[in-house]
Each structure stands twice: as C-alpha cells, then as structure tokens.
C-alpha cells in the first residue's frame, strides 16, 4: 500500500511537469505539489509513526485531525452540557459573570434535571428577608499573632510559569479589587503577585522556591524576608495537588523562561521537576514542628498545608499528633483528584487521589470528632465555577473554596488543553510573548473581579431562598440529590454529620 500510494503522488507530479512543458500555468501548481510531495515522502521514511509510513500524507492529516479533535467537538458538535473538564454551560456561565452581562438563562434549564447526580438546593417556603450576609472567615488559631479575614471564595494555587505575567497581573488585579486573596502557587513570589498590590497566600511546595538553599532545601532566612511582608498574608505548605498527588510538579523547558526561572532560583530552560516528598518533614509530629517554625519566622501569620486526600488513617494519625503536641495548622486545604494542573503525569492524572467531595467531607468530619473545627479553617479547591458549587461545598463542611479554573475562564480560557506545550491559544499558560500580549490585563482584572462578585451575588441569592439567617446555618440537609430515577437522597442521608462527642 505505502508503495502504490507514494508512487502514485511521485506519478502526478512527473504527469504534472510533463503537462506544464505545454501548458505553462500549470507550473504553479507545484506551488503545492512541491510541499505536499516532501511531506509524502517525510512520512514514507520515517520511523516513528505506522500509519503515517502505510500512508504518507493521509497519515499526517489523521494526525493533525486527532490532536484537535477537541476543538470540533467542543465548537460544533457537543450540546451544552457535555464537555470535560467543564461544559459548555459552566463556561457560559463564567463568562457571563466576568462580563457583568445578562445574568438569567431564557426558557428553563439545559441541563437534565432527572439524570442522576444532579444535586439541587432545598429552598424555603420562606425566604429569608435579609440577604446580608458575612462572606468572610477569620483564619487563623491561638498561636496566630496576624489572623486574616479570608473572602469565601479566592484563586488556588496557579504558579508564575504555569500561567503567565499578565494572567498573574489580572488574577491580583481583580481580587485587589474585590478585597479576596490570591494564592502564589508554588513557583515562588513574582513582581507581577506584588505590583498589583492584592492579599496574597504564598505556596511553599517540596522544592522551595522562593524560600531555597543552593542545594534545593528550606532557607529560613529568604523564606522570612517574603513572609513578613505586608500582601503576604497566609501561608500555605503545599503536600501535593489534586492531579498529581505524591508525584510532584512538573514545568517543562519550554515555560522555564530566565525571568521564570530567577524567582525559583534555578537554572533556566531546563525542565524543572519538584520531588514528591518534602524534605523538611515525613511523619506528622515533623510535619507541626515545620508549621510552627514557619508562623514564628512569618511573625505569626496564618500556616495552612494543602495535600489531595490518599490514606485516610494518615489524616486521622495527623489529627491525634495535634491534639497531643497541641501544635495545628491554621488551615487546610482540600483539593480532590479531579483538580487541574499545568502539567501532570499521565500515570496520576486519571487514577490517583481521592476526589473533592468525599475527600472534603471526611477532612471535615474527622475535624469535627476531634474538636478542631474552631482551631482549623478549612478551604476546598476542586472544579468551582458557580454559587450553587460554592453552597454546596460549605454545606459539606468546607468554610472557605478555592478557584483555578473557574478563574482562568474569567481570563479568556477556551479550554484548550494545550497548558503544558507553552502554545496556550489566550496567553494564560504560555510564556510566549505574543501570545501573552493579547491578554489585556486592565480589560481582564475587571473582568476577574465582576465574575468573583457575581458569584458571590449568587451565593447570597441561594442562603436566602434556602431561608437561611446565617451562612454557617447551612447544612447537608440543604442540598438533595437524584441517584437513581426513583432516588432522591440528602446529602445528610449519605454523608451523616457528626458531633464532637463522637471522638
Ligand atoms: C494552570 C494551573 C496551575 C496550577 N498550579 C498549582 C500549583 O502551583 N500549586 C498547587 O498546589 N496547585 C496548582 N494547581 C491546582 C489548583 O490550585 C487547584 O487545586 C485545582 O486546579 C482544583 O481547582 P479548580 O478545579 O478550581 O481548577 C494548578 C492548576 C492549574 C489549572
């Protein structure tokens, strides 16, 4: 087959070149031929790849098709709520915030209210009067001499590197606007987090950066000089991420730039590939003593560890350590198994790491039975995009949510899933220059700062058709869920509250 067809196209260009002697126009054909002819044969000797060898030219448009499959999929033939990681729907609906715009849908939902799964909220025959609620939380324990009143909802972890100087600049932007906080991510503190001049919560992940020894261990003395810092309000020890976990982080070459590469303290255009483990500590008691350095070297600021839940006996293990050596984290970060990444190993993407929801609900209860629910404030990072995702997770338990990607659609992100080739289409996760210049960053801090008020708005708008005085009145009941075509359950009904008592 490889022979014929090869043959057949090196037979239409001779046929061609003989055809041309007479008709002289022709010639500009091999405009094309002369390419399409290279490519045939490019695909006919190489190694690498079958079907482009059995069929050269053919191969490599199947190729081509294959690696933007998506992109048809997405734009013509899903319907609004398909779509993975995020559907057509949520992206709308971030869009929609972010842009201030028409904020009700025409006609009745897209979504298929009996599929099971779908979770609604149980609203009020009486909804409540007053809509003022407080949708901030003070973070921070006894041993916390500078606690922060933290807005629910804030962005999770995205490094400099991962994303962009403007994205960074946009995100800070926005949430300087709006009064809520950024998280560094763990590629260090970069100008682009401080210029803005927004709250910040810095990520210390296992390879330092920011705060690291030659050698690429903790330096005390550079991570106290960033900590003590006025925007740097909390401190966060990132253990591992929802789509990584116990695999480390991975920034490949192509995004390691020398300006990147300057705030991590590490050569530049070199993969760069943080180690799974910390070295600061691998058992819990190292793991307070860690903590509690890190709040005296900050001057008391919030310390808080984020890890994406694995063995369960391990949290239940770190949680008697606290209450033994009277030593706790001021607060914990969830991130479940379904969370996003710049770039994640192909081995944990899909199969490691529990996910948000059940993950989120036994950190809480465990919590709870232990009597730390006031020492520790707890955050959530997985897949929130809308209020009602925001209500849910607090009547879970969690007290404050994270977002990356809902934020990163408040910046222009088409779901492209190119974050890890540095050839991101909307300049969010690309280090390329031009590209990154058409993120306009005053048009989309704005817009970072609508979708973060909007959304609030929504939050506000549920507790009060739920009836509810108070945010912390919220509870599992709250929230129903259909599992079947005849079952309905509340989330108390599967994930029953505990007491304190319970211990
Ligand atoms: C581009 C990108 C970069 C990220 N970088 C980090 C990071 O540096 N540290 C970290 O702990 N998590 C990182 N994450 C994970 C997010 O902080 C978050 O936990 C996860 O995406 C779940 O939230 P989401 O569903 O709202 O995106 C990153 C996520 C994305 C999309």
């Known amino acids: 087959m490889r022979y014929k067809l090869f043959g057949s196209y090196i037979a239409v260009a001779v046929l061609l070149a003989w055809a041309s002697l007479h008709v002289p126009w022709l010639w500009l054909s091999f405009v094309v031929v002369v390419p399409v002819l290279l490519l045939g044969a490019f695909d006919f000797f190489q190694h690498d790849n079958n079907v482009r060898r059995n069929f050269p030219l053919f191969g490599t448009i199947n190729d081509l098709m294959m690696k933007q499959r998506h992109v048809p999929q997405e734009l013509l033939l899903q319907t609004s709520w398909e779509g993975r990681p995020f559907s057509h729907l949520q992206q709308r609906l971030v869009l929609k915030r972010a842009g201030d715009s028409l904020t009700n849908e025409p006609f009745g939902t897209e979504k298929d209210y009996h599929a099971a799964g779908h979770d609604w909220l149980v609203h009020s025959l009486y909804p409540a009067a007053d809509g003022e609620y407080e949708l901030r939380v003070n973070v921070g324990g006894p041993d916390c001499a500078q606690p922060y009143s933290a807005s629910i909802l804030n962005v999770a972890a995205m490094s400099f590197g991962s994303i962009s100087a403007n994205a960074v600049r946009a995100l800070c932007g926005g949430a300087k606007r709006e009064n809520f906080a950024v998280n560094t991510g763990e590629g260090g503190i970069a100008d682009h987090h401080w210029e803005p001049g927004s709250d910040l919560i810095w990520q210390i992940g296992t390879a330092?950066?920011?705060?690291?020894?030659?050698?690429?261990?903790?330096?005390?003395?550079?991570?106290?000089?960033?900590?003590?810092?006025?925007?740097?309000?909390?401190?966060?020890?990132?253990?591992?991420?929802?789509?990584?976990?116990?695999?480390?982080?991975?920034?490949?070459?192509?995004?390691?730039?020398?300006?990147?590469?300057?705030?991590?303290?590490?050569?530049?255009?070199?993969?760069?590939?943080?180690?799974?483990?910390?070295?600061?500590?691998?058992?819990?008691?190292?793991?307070?003593?860690?903590?509690?350095?890190?709040?005296?070297?900050?001057?008391?600021?919030?310390?808080?560890?984020?890890?994406?839940?694995?063995?369960?006996?391990?949290?239940?293990?770190?949680?008697?350590?606290?209450?033994?050596?009277?030593?706790?984290?001021?607060?914990?970060?969830?991130?479940?198994?379904?969370?996003?990444?710049?770039?994640?190993?192909?081995?944990?993407?899909?199969?490691?790491?529990?996910?948000?929801?059940?993950?989120?609900?036994?950190?809480?209860?465990?919590?709870?039975?232990?009597?730390?629910?006031?020492?520790?404030?707890?955050?959530?990072?997985?897949?929130?995009?809308?209020?009602?995702?925001?209500?849910?997770?607090?009547?879970?338990?969690?007290?404050?949510?994270?977002?990356?990607?809902?934020?990163?659609?408040?910046?222009?992100?088409?779901?492209?899933?190119?974050?890890?080739?540095?050839?991101?289409?909307?300049?969010?996760?690309?280090?390329?220059?031009?590209?990154?210049?058409?993120?306009v960053v005053s048009d989309k801090q704005e817009k970072v700062a609508n979708y973060h008020r909007n959304t609030l708005e929504g939050v506000r708008s549920l507790l009060k058709a739920a009836g509810l005085d108070r945010r912390t009145d919220l509870r599992r009941n709250h929230i129903e869920r259909r599992l079947g075509p005849a079952e309905i359950r509340s989330l108390a009904t599967l994930y029953p509250e505990v007491s304190s008592s319970q211990t």
Do not use: W
């Open 208 to 439: 330092y950066f920011g705060c690291r020894t030659e050698d690429g261990g903790f330096d005390p003395e550079a991570f106290a000089e960033h900590a003590k810092r006025e925007s740097v309000k909390m401190i966060e020890i990132k253990i591992s991420q929802g789509a990584k976990p116990g695999f480390g982080a991975i920034l490949p070459a192509s995004k390691n730039t020398e300006e990147v590469a300057r705030y991590r303290g590490i050569d530049p255009h070199t993969d760069v590939h943080s180690p799974p483990e910390h070295r600061e500590f691998s058992c819990a008691e190292e793991l307070l003593d860690f903590i509690h350095r890190l709040r005296e070297l900050s001057g008391g600021k919030p310390i808080g560890i984020k890890f994406c839940l694995g063995q369960r006996d391990e949290f239940v293990e770190l949680c008697d350590t606290i209450k033994k050596t009277g030593r706790a984290p001021d607060f914990i970060a969830v991130a479940g198994g379904e969370g996003g990444s710049g770039a994640a190993h192909l081995d944990s993407v899909h199969h490691v790491g529990g996910p948000t929801e059940e993950s989120l609900v036994f950190v809480h209860d465990t919590r709870i039975a232990n009597g730390l629910r006031d020492r520790i404030t707890l955050f959530v990072a997985g897949k929130v995009i809308s209020g009602f995702d925001i209500v849910r997770y607090l009547a879970l338990g969690a007290d404050v949510c994270y977002a990356a990607r809902g934020m990163m659609f408040a910046l222009g992100c088409v779901q492209s899933l190119k974050c890890n080739t540095d050839h991101c289409p909307t300049g969010i996760t690309t280090m390329d220059r031009s590209r990154v210049a058409g993120l």
